[in-house]
């Protein structure tokens, strides 16, 4: 099941150095372009994630008010994430290409969370707020697939076992990948894998860009195993680096 899953993979890319080119193992041009597409929605969603992942303690802390971190500011940073995960500068979005629009499109999202979020981030008085990495990137992703839903979708998912809202329960594809390309115990921490493959009876490109456990995760998703985290939810026992997840991205041909 597994090895005929691996051969049937059309190509596997991991995206290990900065300087890997999607294109270098493109089997056609219409397929580099949804690839660099699908990469690049990833890798900037997983940026401004980030943002908010390094900034947990502050947005729960009860005695500060203005938190200093406004849409700009999330923005500046998730720039700076971005070419540190990438090494490459953040996506313009000029111009009409597809690839410009879908990203303007994305950021255009994560600036309205952001504006959204504001009043709820500088509540003062207030510790825990609920506005979480995960529950950031799912408010993105959900609206960013609502939007552009007949060229892109993106969405957070994880392995079955790790499933806390079932919305983001992993279809068929994303348990293989999880299964084949990111080993739960691999010391090799691969970065993405992309395959052309139909999504939704639509021929595209989809994407996985695995998320690893952090130090600022654990509180919640680390140990003891069993016990409560601060959100109410059920620890998972897990480790820095363990894989908890993934945004899964589809980009669908471009019919132009
Ligand atoms: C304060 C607790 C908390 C922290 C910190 C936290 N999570 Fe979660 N995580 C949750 C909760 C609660 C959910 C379910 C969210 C929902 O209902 O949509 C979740 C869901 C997820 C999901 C989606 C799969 C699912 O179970 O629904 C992934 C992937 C994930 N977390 C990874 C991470 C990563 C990676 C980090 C660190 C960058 C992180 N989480 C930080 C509590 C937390």
């Not at 303007?104 to 999202?109: D, G």
């Not at 293989?176 to 090799?188: G, R």
Request: charged share 30%; hydrophobic share 40%; aromatic share 6%.
């Amino acid at each position: 099941m597994r090895s005929s899953f691996l051969s049937s993979c059309a190509f596997v890319l991991l995206f290990a150095a900065p300087s890997s080119s999607v294109l270098a193992a493109d089997p056609a041009p219409a397929d580099g372009e949804s690839q660099i597409l699908a990469k690049q929605l990833a890798d900037v969603l997983s940026a401004a994630e980030k943002v908010i992942a390094d900034n947990q303690d502050l947005i729960d802390d009860p005695a500060k008010g203005d938190k200093g971190l406004g849409t700009d500011v999330v923005l500046t940073r998730a720039a700076a994430n971005y070419q540190a995960a990438t090494g490459q500068p953040f996506p313009t979005t000029d111009g009409d290409s597809r690839r410009a629009r879908l990203t303007k499109t994305l950021i255009t999202i994560i600036r309205g969370v952001m504006d959204k979020a504001q009043p709820l981030i500088n509540e003062q008085g207030k510790g825990y707020k609920s506005f979480l990495p995960p529950i950031f990137t799912d408010q993105v992703a959900r609206e960013f697939s609502r939007t552009v839903e007949a060229e892109a979708v993106i969405r957070i998912t994880a392995p079955a076992e790790l499933i806390r809202n079932r919305r983001h329960r992993p279809d068929e594809w994303e348990v293989k990948v999880f299964e084949a390309q990111f080993k739960p115990d691999s010391a090799d921490k691969a970065k993405a894998f992309i395959e052309r493959v139909d999504y939704k009876g639509k021929a595209g490109v989809r994407l996985m860009l695995p998320q690893y456990y952090d130090q600022s995760c654990l509180k919640c998703h680390g140990e003891p195993k069993g016990e409560r985290d601060i959100n109410g939810g059920t620890k998972e026992g897990k480790k820095l680096g363990d894989l908890g997840g993934g945004i899964s991205v589809a980009v669908f041909d471009d019919k132009k």
